[in-house]
């Protein structure tokens, strides 16, 4: 069985940082892409952030210069870290693994969620 999960939201004040990780478990083998996107009440899911098992990565115009995303390919984990955050942040935040080749076959995965919550 292949799970992520994620761990690291909470509530912060604006201005402040939080960090996100998620860990890939299960018989894995490898991982081409792994993301973070989110959804606030009342709008679709986006991408915030993804990196190639490359290491290459991409970043939404609204989180650039503030969020860095990194991985551990070793550890099937993927990071996130959230600087300098806002208000219109706050949001559940999931990861997504996809193109993950495990003892299950080959795949896209979600997590379950954490909720990032800014104050103002």
Not at 15 to 30: H, K, N, P, T, Y
Request: charge should be positive; include cysteine.
């Amino acid at each position: 069985q292949v799970q992520l999960v994620e761990s690291g939201g909470g509530l912060v004040q604006a201005g402040g940082s939080l960090r996100l990780s998620c860990a890939a478990s299960g018989s894995i083998f490898g991982i081409n892409v792994m993301g973070w996107y989110r959804q606030a009440p009342g709008k679709q899911r986006e991408l915030v952030a993804a990196i190639s098992s490359g290491g290459s990565r991409n970043y939404a115009d609204s989180v650039k210069g503030r969020f860095t995303i990194s991985r551990d390919n070793a550890k099937n984990t993927v990071y996130l870290q959230m600087n300098s955050l806002r208000p219109e942040d706050t949001a559940v935040y999931y990861c997504n693994a996809v193109g993950l080749r495990s003892a299950l076959g080959y795949g896209d995965y979600w997590g379950q969620g954490t909720q990032v919550t800014v104050s103002s």
